[in-house]
């Protein structure tokens, strides 16, 4: 686990755009990217989302983002559990 560089400005309930270095080496790769806001609250993982709001909601799902980056360069979105 690494941290991030945030790019401004840091507003308030805003997306804030951020940077990781990271060297694609050409395989398949799952990158994930998870939050701490000011308060100190730790974007959840979807298992967690779900324990706590069951698999039928739809709203407010700020569980943790999963990106595959397939070994062709092409990256989808993801649902991991």
């Known amino acids: ?7 401004g400005p ?14 694609w080496q ?7 990217s998870r939050v701490t806001d000011s308060s100190g609250y730790i974007q959840p993982s979807r298992a967690q989302l779900v324990e706590v709001r069951g698999t039928r909601s739809v709203y407010h799902n ?3 983002q999963t990106w595959r980056v397939g070994s062709d360069g ?8």
């Open 1 to 7: 686990m690494a941290e991030a560089r945030l790019e």
């Open 10 to 23: 840091l507003l308030p309930k805003a997306l804030t755009r951020f940077h990781f270095d990271w060297v």
């Open 26 to 32: 050409g395989n398949e790769a799952m990158l994930q």
């Open 62 to 64: 700020n569980a943790i």
């Open 74 to 81: 092409e990256v989808h979105n993801v649902q991991l559990g």
